[in-house]
């Protein structure tokens, strides 16, 4: 597993990072053109967490690698139990900032945390090949997600899920939506649980990503919520739509009310905060 080192420090009048969802190259091409900063690869018609085929993501590694070679890349590895009964785990490719594996299922599980652990490193040392003599990134590092609509996904809590990325000594915390129906991130979690959680957090150092069929009407109370990073898929396609392309117009709307949103809502009190009333 990864060192409990603590890599971030929350800034509150630092925006949040936009994440954008790709399955494929040209997708990963539209979502930088329309300012993404971190690219995370994931096949949306395999789940909300949907890991795409390995020759998927790395194309999208190449072609942002060639973009920029600092750029963060993430790829969803799907769900923990997907991969109990596989003897071979796929090999993924150099060169990913973060894997991120899902809870869904695990609450039937009393030793979850265990076999979480036990499945990523797994994957990493499927993985664990000489380095090309070019890669300049280390070994990706470990990512829980925790699920907004946990009853449904039979996952453990987001609370639960957010003291298994402390004690694992991950970077960070995702917390989604496991189905993908029409009801977002705020259907499920108002902004008091989101600040919470987002507060936990950030005193054991980690940063706090928030997804989940979010829309520009979201933003407003999400941002006041203080995540680090915002994650986007539907709201950066064609048509608004998941399974649509993603769009770097749609992407830059939405890069656009973010910051709008950052703003007004957030800036103004991260200032008071600090004594900067003038």
Not at 247 to 275: E, H, N, Y
Request: with cysteine; hydrophobic share 40%; proline share 7%.
């Amino acid at each position: 597993m990864t060192s409990p080192e603590k890599i971030f420090h929350p800034q509150s009048s630092r925006m949040p990072q936009l994440l954008v969802s790709v399955r494929d190259a040209d997708e990963a091409v539209a979502a930088l053109t329309g300012g993404a900063d971190i690219i995370d690869v994931k096949e949306p018609r395999r789940g909300s967490l949907g890991m795409a085929d390995v020759s998927q993501i790395e194309a999208v590694l190449r072609v942002v690698r060639e973009s920029n070679p600092m750029a963060t890349v993430s790829t969803a590895l799907g769900e923990t139990i997907e991969w109990l009964s596989h003897d071979e785990l796929p090999r993924l490719p150099h060169g990913l900032s973060y894997i991120k594996l899902g809870t869904a299922g695990l609450a039937r599980d009393s030793d979850w945390p265990t076999t979480w652990r036990r499945v990523c490193d797994d994957f990493l040392k499927s993985s664990n090949q000489p380095r090309p003599p070019s890669t300049i990134h280390h070994p990706p590092r470990l990512l829980p997600v925790a699920y907004a609509d946990w009853h449904l996904a039979e996952s453990p809590s987001p609370n639960d899920v957010a003291q298994l990325a402390i004690t694992a000594g991950c970077p960070g915390l995702l917390i989604d939506t496991f189905v993908k129906h029409g009801q977002r991130l705020l259907d499920w979690l108002d902004v008091r649980e989101l600040s919470e959680l987002a507060g936990t957090c950030h005193h054991h150092g980690l940063w706090l990503a928030m997804a989940g069929s979010l829309d520009v009407a979201d933003l407003p109370k999400l941002v006041a919520a203080g995540p680090d990073i915002v994650g986007i898929r539907s709201a950066a396609c064609r048509g608004r739509q998941r399974l649509d392309d993603i769009d770097a117009g749609a992407t830059a709307d939405f890069k656009q009310s973010l910051r709008w949103s950052f703003d007004t809502t957030r800036r103004p009190a991260a200032l008071v905060l600090a004594g900067c009333t003038n």
